[in-house]
């Protein structure tokens, strides 16, 4: 059974015979009464009952009729949506926290102002997490760090994030690996990019963490790192939106490990006009360039340069 079983079946109800039903749709009857045949042989029973030369609706083709006239009617709403170029519908997007606590609520804020039918439910995770969400089809897009090429992935860059080692501000100033070779290493759980980042500075010094809290919330990162637990990695522009940030120290890192970029990715080939709209918000935010002071002190270790706000 499909859609077109479903109209001849209405065009033969409506015109009352298969003559009827045949010159409505320019087709032969040999083919009209075979596709009666196929649907009555699908749902296992007859539709129609012949009474005086025209064909009349059976018990269970007037039931049958009712659920028909529901699955045309919806056929018709969903190719209409889709044939339309205004965003509409359930928007998936998965994120980091990162980037939706200090990059998304303009850019959201803006996309939800210009396309109001679109109902974005957004979930957070670490990059492995939202990555692999988007490949089960969980999500229809994604923003993730560090995001490696994928044949089965499409991403444009999104923000630059500029990453800086945190400490409490009651220790002494660190400036390279091997100062912090005794810290405990606070950081969300496995498959985090930030986390990676910060284990490969660390590596590069010789330094291999052995004592890891893993916390899933930046304001419990910078709460832990302000009471003396240990140190973290943070995008800088994060430090700018939590509270209490101004109760750690900042460090920057070398360029190659500081500099982040990350991405909006969806699958290859996939694309709706919510995906379009979203892709558009990206291209002209302009969010990388939109200066944000950020709190705590910041010293420059070797081979940065330092800076403030």
Not at 21 to 46: C, D, Y
Not at 272 to 283: C, F, I, R, T
Request: net charge positive.
């Amino acid at each position: 059974m499909d859609f077109s079983d479903l109209r001849v079946f209405k065009a033969v109800v409506e015109e009352g015979s298969v003559s009827g039903a045949a010159r409505r749709l320019h087709r032969v009857q040999s083919n009209i009464t075979t596709r009666i045949q196929q649907l009555e042989a699908s749902v296992g029973t007859k539709l129609f009952v012949r009474e005086k030369g025209r064909l009349h609706l059976s018990p269970a083709g007037k039931l049958f009729l009712t659920y028909a006239d529901q699955i045309l009617s919806i056929s018709e709403q969903a190719r209409d949506a889709l044939a339309q170029d205004t965003p509409q519908g359930v928007f998936r997007i998965g994120t980091l926290e990162s980037t939706a606590a200090s990059r998304l609520p303009p850019l959201l804020s803006d996309y939800h102002a210009k396309y109001p039918a679109v109902r974005i439910e957004l979930m957070t995770g670490t990059a492995d997490t939202v990555r692999d969400a988007l490949l089960a089809r969980e999500v229809d897009a994604i923003f993730v760090a560090d995001c490696i090429a994928d044949s089965s992935v499409d991403l444009m860059p999104a923000f630059e994030e500029e990453l800086v080692l945190i400490a409490p501000l009651s220790r002494k100033q660190i400036r390279h690996p091997r100062d912090v070779r005794d810290e405990t290493i606070i950081a969300f759980p496995r498959g985090c990019a930030y986390r990676r980042r910060l284990q490969a500075w660390l590596a590069s010094g010789g330094v291999i963490a052995q004592k890891t809290l893993e916390l899933s919330s930046y304001h419990a990162i910078v709460a832990c790192v302000a009471a003396g637990t240990g140190i973290a990695l943070a995008p800088r522009s994060v430090l700018a939106v939590v509270r209490g940030a101004e109760n750690v120290a900042s460090y920057e890192l070398p360029e190659r490990a500081r500099k982040a970029v990350t991405s909006l990715a969806w699958r290859k080939g996939e694309t709706s006009w919510a995906l379009k709209a979203l892709q558009a918000e990206v291209a002209h935010a302009s969010v990388a360039s939109r200066g944000k002071k950020d709190s705590g002190k910041v010293v420059a270790m070797p081979g940065a340069k330092a800076r403030r706000g």
